[in-house]
């Protein structure tokens, strides 16, 4: 007999206990759908409802009901508005209509938002990333295209190589935008960088975003840079540090938070404060290659006004 643990609403584990004894305690209202429940052979904590037809075995009521002469159909359960006025009266049949696929929300625990370094520190993983799928497909493209005006071809004409800068800048906006719409939309909710760090997306209530929403916020975040001449990032570093819940200004326009990975799960004791050995890492050599950046755009500057 397989034994179940559950998470109770404190959030602490609780069991073993048997699936009858689970049962009791969802009727009981105890325990609700959304509740969190393992046993051996599962990898992972997951809703009590992706469990209805196994646990509506040890609800023993279907057979007592049957075998009472005269026996008749009760009305669905109080707490299942899914359930059909004619369906039997179980409160394990499965849900006949559409539910949230995000079924990871644990709401009412504590809640770590991430804070301005380690969000700088996944931004350093995240922009080698991105840069060096662009240059994947820019170097190229202007190799081609200077293949193509040796063999005399016109690509490199005025026309030709303001089409071709134009090009240039489209694939490096184009990319980033999928690349964290897609990864901040996806089941791990977190770029590679924040990945990295152990951060996540979601939205003001927890609960993922979607493709459009990531899509919006990054759009968000470089249109503000853009036409603010990078003033709104600046902007965006102060409101992260300070505001209360770490919100830059592309996450308070499309209400999106950036919290630790085990925020508004079931083990909210995992968060981490602390920056950690890999954000350390990752800031120390990320804040080395800018000094070397500066230090290059200075002497680019100061070489050739000391050779005058």
């Known amino acids: 007999m397989s034994m179940w643990y559950y998470a109770d609403a404190d959030h602490a584990r609780q069991g073993p206990v048997d699936a009858a004894e689970l049962v009791r305690l969802r009727l009981q209202g105890r325990l609700a759908w959304e509740t969190l429940v393992w046993r051996e052979g599962m990898a992972d904590w997951q809703p009590m409802r992706d ?20 026996a008749v159909a009760t009305q669905p359960h109080a707490d299942a508005p899914w359930a059909e006025a004619d369906a039997p009266a179980s409160p394990y049949a499965p849900p006949t209509a559409p539910v949230s696929d995000d079924v990871s929300v644990v709401a009412g625990g504590e809640v770590v938002h991430a804070g301005f370094w380690k969000r700088f520190a996944a931004m350093v993983i995240d922009g080698l990333v991105t840069a060096a799928a662009s240059w994947a497909v820019q170097i ?39 690349y964290f719409a897609w990864m901040h939309s996806s089941a791990s909710q977190a770029s590679l960088g924040k990945l990295a760090v152990g951060i996540k997306v979601t939205r003001g209530s927890g609960e993922r975003i979607s493709f459009w929403r990531a899509f919006g916020r990054y759009a968000a975040y470089f249109l ?3 036409f603010s001449f990078g003033i709104g990032g600046v902007v965006s570093a102060f409101t992260t540090g300070l505001s209360e819940r770490r919100q830059a200004l592309h996450d308070m326009i499309c209400d999106t938070l950036v919290v630790d990975k085990w925020a508004f799960t079931d083990r909210p004791d995992l968060q981490r ?6 954000t350390w890492v990752i800031l120390i050599l990320g804040l080395g290659l800018l000094g070397l950046a500066l230090l290059g755009i200075v002497a680019a500057i100061a070489i050739p006004a000391m050779s005058r």
Not at 52 to 69: F, H, I, K, V
Not at 142 to 160: E, I, K, N, P, Q
């Open 224 to 226: 503000t840079v853009l």
């Open 51 to 70: 469990f209805a037809a196994e646990l509506a075995q040890a609800d023993d009521r279907g057979a007592a009901a049957t075998a009472a002469p005269g």
């Open 273 to 278: 404060r602390e920056l950690g050995v890999v």
């Open 140 to 178: 190229p493209l202007f190799v081609l295209a200077g293949a193509a005006g040796a063999m005399g071809g016109d690509l490199l004409s005025t026309g030709g190589s303001v089409g071709l800068i134009v090009l240039s800048y489209a694939i490096g906006i184009v990319i980033p935008l999928f």
